[in-house]
């Protein structure tokens, strides 16, 4: 025995050499187990005879020697493999002939083959040559619409067909479409087979495609559109939890009524809203019969808004509430600047400051306390200096030493210091620096402190000023300041005091009611919708607004109504509250994913490893059965997976199985065993089972027998059944009954529990039940069912009436599951005011309840609503109230008193009341005094004072009259007063006694050398000395003897004073008889009349009479007489030859002098003039009147010239001859060109002639502004327009001011006419990788079927087709390019600005205020509400605001557009890049552009280009970035007036065509000089011009711009000047 242990590793390394030579020998052959188990099982042969146990460790020698054989004959093999690899490397490679591969064979080098009738192929050189065969026609090829094709090409006349040429013939096939089960299909552009349209359409309304919908027509048919077809299948409706469900209109079930709400007397419905009485920002709403009021919220549209109307809540913006002041809008307001005006503007306050005169030198300071700049200081470089002040400058490398004198600054060289700051980039900077908290920063810096986010720093003169930073106003409702952040921002919300996250939702801590949502700053509330309680008695908490149900407590934990959770001590229970209870039962186990899960807390349900025959296995180990040794068992996620070991070959016939082996083994003939009864023996080393006893085993080992009874393992299951042998787990015994595995069956002793019987184990869980349909189901024998009610512990059938337990006089019933109470039926009582007596349920009429108030039958109270004047009685149930009576008042005109009861403290009269003393007038047109006298009025008349004039009126509604004077277009002069009419001003008016004279003044010279100036009547005398005499301004004298004239020292604007003489003017005595004239007395100037003059009355309305003096025509109107001087016509002859007819007024000639002709001419003759034949003058009576000569349209044949004929005024015409060179190309004499809107050319026999057309001098209201339509020459005056502008990154300034950032890359809508869609602006946006950013990359302008791009580099097309500039498409458009600004005027007043490049700027009259969408706002005049989406509801975020407003139409295919998003470049780019930013923005802010600063606030520009320049990055791009921004701010100055020159050598430079001869300018005429309006005035061109101020290339003074060139103005061709 000791021998054969030896012998084991041997035999173990031989194993193991075995299988190292052959693979496939199984590593079971020899097993270390098997070997143990074989010796363990050694003392089972101790019965056999002597010798026997020497015969098994004989067999193991044999074996051995066999593996020994076996070995030796892997050596050998792997000697021979050796060798044949040693072979295989010593051979060479050599060519062999080559040959061919086709037709799936290989052919031989010089074979040929036909693969069709028409082609024969060859193989040479290992490659297959292919041809046409000779001598067929048919193989020639094929010809097809036009085109030839080769044997054996295939072809495609069009995307979906698809061709052949086969021996001549041709074959053709189109796609292979599926077969489509749809009503309508289409075939996409670009596509061969059709598709289905997406999208159904059903009772005329189209449906996207899987939308679901409710029928129009039907509202109980749910509709789908699927495939589009329409498939509609019908509601079915919950059941109502009401006993009378009221239907609703377009809904198809019906819906319970909710209560409404009871205010006083008023009935309010549920859902109402209302304004609460006497308290207008407080709302009332009725929800399920309670009332909830909330504060109305007021959104701030301006910075100063007015205080609310009467009435009303919300602050308006029609005024200003400033400095605890009301003002009106358009008011002036103290702005404590007493060097600006500030008014109130519509709820803002804008102020501008006090215009200054210009100042005698070139750099003026500020004094401080003066408002203008004066030369007593100077200000250069941004800096202040005092008069005889030297300060030091460094520019460019270089210092200066400069001094201030009298306001101009003069510098030299000298040698420079160490500088403490860092030169910049942007221009020169004054040599200083500031250091703070040991940090060094550069002059003109900005920053901000370290831990200190709302201080700002700068660095001005060498001195750190710090102050608390602004905060811009956050685009949103509710914005919060994050911790550690200065301003308030959009990303979270402040609501009632409270923080919320974004996206968060939360209850209003002020309205319960209400659940709110914050959304990127903004909070929107919405009324809670309560949800149906399932408990007979809900109950309301205080700050709570649904009424719930009860909670439940248990283990010292809340659990809600109607919850389920787990049991908190044990965990296999499952619980649920219901009506403040918690119910618990063993928790239901789901059935496991695996045959054999691992136990758990509560349920057998663990898959991550295996429990198999009472042993717990982790998953993916392997493990022996625990009964059957040959089977080895592996776990995988729950499931156990049994094989039989594989057993190695034998060589024997006839193996044997030795007892305790999982495999036969090849032995010496043994002796087998015989069986009584059976004919053949058991064999050697075979188990058997003797008859009649299966439960024992026996072995046959070489002829004799073993047996032992079989033993039985535990069971690895809780319940197994019994075997014929031992308990078998195929099934289960439980509670003596026996189930096989898999079955279900009722527990034996737990109600309402279900058992499974699995793999010998039983596992009992409550039986499931289906959750209730109904809130108060009847409990069954497990189940709750609907069937009953079971209400606050009782249980009712259905259909069933009965008392509500704690409310006797409702009355309830239970139906299907749902209970429903109503108030017990009362018989409507017949009395107005019932009492319901305690302990009853109904009202009677045996008392009343009046507003609070109980009495009983007969008792008399005071009324509850009047108690002072009212008394209420009680009968039959009904109160009657009246009122009190009044005493008799003892006065005739009593007022009212307390209760309204007459009494004569004072007088009531004429609707009105007066005070016991007060006197007033009496009924209009009565012409009393009255006074009141406890309570009595007496009234006398009103007596008229004596007037001392004749003539007298009466106004209506007066009872005295009053002197009247003249009425004189349309107004009033008194007697004796005198005026100058205001169309005439160097006539004079007079009204003497009703009579108005009117005359043109007559002058009088009284020196020497009198002078007149332009506005002048009579000339002027200066000082005021006449004949020596000294007079002061305001005296007057008489010159000479005549008493007519009369001369005055008047006051000039400018110079000392000066005399003016005239003849005095006389009333025209109308009416009087030539024989009461009397001749004026001594030292009077004037006749007059001895009696009194007619008067004009009413039956002389209109007429005329003659005045004693011819030279007045009197006339009646309105009650005066008005007298006119007549006008004579002028004189060509000498005044001596002048004479004055009797009885006539002007003077007259007998001839006429022609001063141009040098010759007289004869009364009544007719002459032309010699310098215009068209012009034709008569003389009359010395008088010269002239006339224009009219021509008739003259029509010529075209290319055919007009030209003047000799002799004529008319033209004639003349046929073409020459040619004419215009921009460099030859022009047909006749043909036309146009220039400009104002002008066209056209060659006239070899030259070219122009025609301008001069327009009218335009007069524009002050709101309104010149406008210029496609096509006219001459503006008309439209409402004053507004601008938005597009730049940068791009940034939208909105045509009421504010400034945004969006950075979305798709196609939007800029501008937009939202009522008439006049025209809409859209602008495309394209991403250029600059993190995150976008800029505006082509403009679209539709105007009605009319489609512009402007696209990059000013390149434009209309309808998809380019244009050249300028262009003219009447009457809706015109295009030109004005420097490097392409201009777009469009119908009406519309103007389109574009670069080029990445600004955009639309300008639009005021006619389109509140009209306008987009981008660009909706231009009200509020900038707050600017950010309104297409639906009108405003966006919280900018980000939000611009992607509402994309359009479809975007970038092409394969360039995706982005949404916008809320970026911030400057956070990614750190400190350094933006302190960069800051740095070079700061130029914003320098003195290149301070005088725009008090027009246009440069801040937000600054911020701008901040955002640019952080996205930019460093490099050229930043210059561009930065120019864009200075730019825009510099646009927006020289709108506002104001043109900042701020470019510099090197700072955004414009180069100009020099050679051509033009030169830069930062605002230059925007209707330049050109040969076609030299002739008109700059002030007139200038007034006309309707085009923007842009920066470009001008021609300099003295020459002017023709074809792109700077030429002096004798060089233009002739231009015909025309009138509008």
């Not at 149906?532 to 283990?555: K, V, W, Y």
């Not at 925007?1566 to 101020?1589: D, K, S, Y």
């Amino acid at each position: 025995m000791a021998g054969a242990r030896a012998a084991l590793p041997l035999l173990l390394q031989l194993g193991s050499l075995a299988l190292a030579a052959r693979g496939e020998v199984s590593r079971e052959l020899f097993n270390p187990a098997d070997i143990l188990d074989y010796q363990q099982q050694a003392p089972t042969y101790s019965s056999v005879p002597g010798g026997a146990p020497q015969q098994p460790w004989q067999l193991l020698e044999e074996r051995l020697e066999r593996l020994e054989t076996e070995v030796t004959e892997f050596r050998k093999q792997n000697k021979d493999l050796q060798a044949r690899v040693r072979q295989l490397e010593s051979c060479e490679c050599r060519l062999t002939s080559p040959q061919c591969w086709a037709l799936g064979r290989a052919w031989p080098e010089g074979a040929r083959w036909e693969p069709d009738a028409c082609t024969t192929c060859v193989c040479q050189d290992g490659n297959v040559h292919c041809g046409p065969q000779p001598n067929l026609p048919h193989c020639h090829g094929c010809s097809h619409n036009g085109q030839a094709y080769g044997h054996g090409e295939t072809f495609s006349p069009d995307t979906c067909t698809t061709c052949h040429c086969l021996a001549g013939t041709v074959r053709c096939q189109g796609p292979s479409c599926s077969e489509l089960n749809c009503l309508e299909s289409y075939t996409p552009p670009g596509e061969c087979c059709p598709i289905c349209r997406p999208g159904c359409e059903y009772e005329g309304q189209l449906h996207e495609e899987g939308a679901s919908f409710l029928s129009s027509s039907n509202p109980c048919l749910q509709c789908s559109c699927l495939r589009s077809l329409v498939r509609c299948v019908p509601v079915k409706c919950l059941p109502s939890p009401c006993p009378e469900p009221v239907p609703r209109p377009g809904h198809c079930c019906p819906a319970c009524q909710a209560r409404g709400c009871i205010e006083g007397d008023t009935h309010r419905d549920h859902g109402q809203e209302w304004t609460a009485l006497g308290d207008p920002c407080r709302i009332c709403q009725c929800l399920e019969g309670h009332i909830q009021c909330r504060q109305r919220e007021c959104a701030s549209l301006c910075p100063y808004p007015a205080r609310p109307l009467p009435g009303t809540c919300c602050p308006v913006c029609d005024g200003c509430f400033l400095n605890g002041r009301e003002h009106h809008s358009g008011e002036p307001v103290g702005s404590g600047d007493p060097c600006s005006s500030c008014r109130c503007a519509n709820g803002t306050v804008q102020c501008e400051l006090l215009p200054c005169p210009p100042a005698p030198c070139r750099y003026p300071g500020r004094i401080p306390g003066q408002c203008c700049p004066v030369c007593d200081g100077c200000k250069y470089q941004g800096h202040e200096y005092r008069n005889q002040e030297t300060f030091t400058l460094q520019e460019r490398g270089r210092c200066l030493r400069c001094s201030c004198q009298a306001g101009e600054v003069s510098c030299e060289e000298q040698d420079c210091p160490v500088a403490p700051c860092a030169l910049l980039a942007s221009g020169p900077h004054l040599c200083s620096a500031c250091v703070l908290n040991g940090e060094e920063f550069a002059e003109g810096i900005q920053w901000e402190l370290d831990g200190q986010p709302c201080t700002t720093c700068s660095c001005q003169d060498g001195v750190p000023v710090c102050r608390a930073m602004l905060c811009s106003p956050a685009p949103c409702q509710h914005p919060a300041k994050p911790p550690g952040a200065c301003c308030p921002s959009c990303e979270n919300c402040t609501y009632h005091g409270q923080v919320y996250a974004n996206g968060q939702n939360f209850t209003d801590v002020d309205s319960p009611c209400h659940t709110c949502h914050c959304e990127d700053g903004t909070v929107r509330c919405s009324l809670v919708n309560c949800p149906l309680t399932t408990c007979a008695e809900p109950q309301n908490g205080p700050g709570q607004c649904c009424p719930r149900c009860p909670d439940c407590i248990l283990e010292a934990q809340v659990f809600v109504d109607g919850q389920h959770f787990p049991h908190p001590r044990d965990p296999c229970q499952e619980c649920l509250c219901q009506e403040g209870q918690a119910h618990c039962q063993p928790r239901a186990c789901p059935s496991a994913a695996c045959g054999h899960p691992l136990p758990s807390t509560c349920c057998r349900t663990n898959c991550s490893g295996c429990a198999f025959g009472g042993k717990e296995y982790p998953n993916g180990v392997d493990f022996p059965h625990p009964t059957d040794p040959c089977r080895l068992c592996r776990c995988l996620n729950g499931n156990v997976q049994c094989l039989v070991r594989r057993c190695p070959p034998l060589t024997c016939l006839q193996p044997v199985l030795t007892p305790g082996d999982c495999c036969p083994q090849c032995w010496d003939a043994p002796a087998g065993c015989q069986q009584p009864g059976e004919s053949v023996p058991v064999r050697h080393q075979e188990h058997f089972f003797p008859p009649g006893d299966p439960c024992s085993r026996c072995l046959c080992l070489d002829g004799s027998v073993s047996c032992q009874r079989l033993p039985c393992l535990p069971a690895p299951c809780a319940h197994p059944r019994r075997g014929p042998c031992c308990p078998s787990c195929d099934g289960c015994l439980y509670q003596g009954k026996e189930f096989a595995s898999g079955e279900r069956f009722p527990s034996p002793n737990v109600p309402c529990h279900v058992c499974l019987c699995w793999e010998g184990s039983v596992n009992c869980e409550p039986k499931a039940c289906a959750p209730a349909q109904c809130p108060f189901p009847a409990r069954d024998d497990c189940c709750p069912a609907c069937d009953g009610c079971e209400y606050l512990g009782t249980s009712y059938l259905s259909s069933q009436e009965f008392l509500h337990p704690r409310e006797p006089c409702n009355l309830c019933t239970c139906l299907g599951g749902f209970v429903t109470c109503t108030h017990q039926p009362c018989e409507p009582p017949s009395c107005s005011h019932p009492l319901t007596v305690p302990g009853h349920c109904c009202p009677t009429c045996q008392g009343c309840l009046y507003h609070g108030v109980t009495a009983s039958l007969g008792e008399t109270l005071p009324d509850p609503l009047d108690p002072t004047c009212s008394l209420c009685t009680c009968q039959e149930g009904s109160m009657h109230c009246q009122k009190k009576p009044c005493p008799p008042a003892l006065c005739t005109h009593p007022s009212p008193g307390p209760c309204f009861c007459p009494i004569c403290h004072s007088c009531r009269s004429q609707g009105r009341e007066y005070q016991d003393g007060e006197e007033f007038e009496g009924p209009e047109g009565s012409c009393e005094h009255c006074s009141c006298q406890a309570g009595q009025v007496s009234c006398v008349q009103v007596r008229c004072p004596s007037l001392p004039c004749l003539l007298q009126v009466t106004e209506p509604g007066s009872c005295c009259p009053r002197c009247r004077g003249c009425l004189a277009h349309g107004e009033e002069h008194p007697e004796g007063s005198s005026w100058v009419p205001t169309d005439s001003p160097c006539s004079s008016c007079m009204c003497h006694e009703g009579v108005v004279t009117c005359a043109r003044i007559q002058c009088v010279i009284s020196c020497a050398r009198p002078h007149q100036g332009p506005s002048d009547c009579c000339p002027r005398c200066s000082d005021c000395e006449h004949e020596g005499q000294k007079y002061e301004p305001g005296e007057s004298f008489q010159p000479g003897a005549d008493p007519c004239e009369v001369c005055i020292c008047e006051l000039q604007p400018e110079g000392p004073p000066s005399l003016q003489c005239h003849r005095q003017l006389c009333p025209s005595l109308v009416g009087c008889p030539p024989s009461q004239l009397l001749p004026p007395g001594p030292q009077r100037c004037c006749p007059t009349c001895a009696q009194a003059l007619s008067n004009c009355t009413e039956g002389l309305l209109g007429s005329e009479l003659v005045s004693p003096d011819p030279c007045y025509t009197c006339q009646c109107q309105n009650l005066t007489w008005l007298c006119t001087h007549r006008a004579c016509p002028e004189l060509s002859c000498p005044l001596l030859e002048r004479h004055t007819p009797p009885g006539s007024c002007c003077p007259v000639c007998e001839e006429c002098v022609v001063e141009d002709m040098g010759r007289r001419v004869a009364d009544g003759e007719s002459w032309r003039d010699p310098s215009n034949t068209c012009i034709a003058c008569t003389c009359h009576r010395g008088h010269v009147e002239c006339h224009l000569e009219e021509c008739q349209v003259l029509p010529c044949p075209h290319g055919w010239l007009k030209v003047p004929e000799a002799g004529s005024c008319c033209e004639r015409c003349q046929a073409p001859t020459q040619w004419c060179m215009h921009q460099g190309r030859q022009v047909a004499s006749g043909e036309h060109w146009i220039v400009d809107a104002c002008t066209s050319c056209s060659c006239v026999a070899g030259t070219v002639r122009c025609q301008s057309q001069r327009c009218r001098p335009l007069s524009c209201g002050p709101d309104e502004a010149p406008a210029l339509s496609p096509g006219s020459c001459c503006p008309r005056c439209l409402p004053r327009p507004a601008s938005c502008m597009a730049f940068g990154d791009p940034h939208y300034r909105t045509f009421d001011g504010r400034l945004l950032h969006f950075q979305g890359s798709c196609s939007y809508v800029l501008a937009k006419d939202c009522h008439g869609e006049d025209f809409s602006v859209h602008v495309t946006n394209d991403d250029r990788g600059r993190r995150g950013v976008s800029w505006t990359q082509e403009v679209s302008v539709l105007l009605g079927t009319l489609a512009v791009q402007l696209l990059q580099g000013r390149i434009v097309m209309v309808d998809g087709r380019p244009v050249a500039l300028p262009f003219l498409q009447e009457p809706l458009l015109f295009v030109e390019l004005r420097g490097h600004t392409v201009i777009l005027h469009a119908q009406p007043g519309i103007q389109v600005l574009w670069d080029g490049q990445s600004q955009v700027e639309v300008s639009v009259p005021g006619s389109y205020r509140g009209h306008t969408c987009g981008l660009c706002g909706n231009f009200n005049g509020f900038a707050q509400d600017d950010l309104q989406g297409p639906d009108g509801q405003l966006l919280p975020t900018e980000a939000a605001f611009g992607n509402s407003w994309q359009v479809p139409e975007g970038p092409g295919p394969g360039r995706p557009c982005s949404a916008g998003r809320e970026v911030d470049p400057c956070r990614a780019a750190g400190y350094r890049a933006r302190r960069e930013a800051n740095t070079r923005c700061g130029l914003l802010k320098t003195s290149p552009f301070s005088r725009c600063h008090a027009v246009v606030p440069p801040e937000p520009f600054f911020a701008a280009c901040v955002y640019d320049l952080c996205a930019c990055g460093p490099g050229s791009s930043a210059d561009t970035c930065l120019c864009d921004a200075l730019e825009a701010y510099a646009s927006h100055c020289r709108q506002a007036g104001v043109t900042p020159v701020w470019r510099g050598p090197a700072l955004c430079v414009v180069g100009c065509p020099l050679d051509r001869g033009f030169v830069f300018d930062e605002c230059g005429p925007p209707c330049p000089r050109t040969c076609f309006n030299q002739h008109i005035a700059l002030g007139e061109l200038a007034a006309h011009c309707v085009r923007p101020c842009v920066p470009g290339c001008q021609c300099p003074a003295g020459l002017v711009e023709h074809e792109s060139h700077c030429i002096p103005p004798e060089a233009c061709p002739p231009v015909l000047l025309t009138g509008d």
